[in-house]
């Protein structure tokens, strides 16, 4: 079989577009699954306490020194001393008014 009658047979062609359509899908599979990342691990608890003297929502890691605690109604996390945790369970008022 001459080269030129490879090239120019259609079952060739056919064959070229199968594989380039194959090659396309697999690209486009590999570009829009997601990739998975190690990120971060979800918290062990989370829960309110007051926090310096002020009800915060407290987030604890896995390791015992990750805590984070951010105000209720609002704010960032930020991370705090485990000692400065205090009672769990703080009281707000629900009148905002008398804050």
């Known amino acids: 079989m001459s080269i030129k009658r490879f090239i120019t047979n259609p079952?060739?062609?056919?064959?070229?577009?199968?594989i380039g359509a194959v090659i396309a899908t697999a690209l486009v599979t590999l570009t829009f699954t997601?990739?998975?990342?190690e990120g971060v691990p979800p918290p062990a608890s989370v829960y309110q306490a007051?926090?310096?003297g002020t009800?915060?929502?407290v987030v604890r890691?896995?390791?015992p020194d990750d805590v984070w605690a951010a105000p209720l109604h609002g704010g960032?996390?930020?991370r705090?001393?485990?000692a400065a945790v205090g009672v769990t369970g703080c009281r707000v008022d629900p009148?905002?008014?008398r804050r």
């Open 11 to 18: 079952i060739t062609h056919v064959a070229l577009l199968i």
């Open 34 to 37: 997601p990739q998975r990342s």
């Open 50 to 52: 007051s926090v310096g």
């Open 55 to 57: 009800c915060s929502t």
């Open 61 to 63: 890691g896995f390791n």
């Open 76 to 78: 960032q996390l930020v």
């Open 80 to 82: 705090v001393d485990p």
């Open 95 to 97: 009148d905002p008014n």
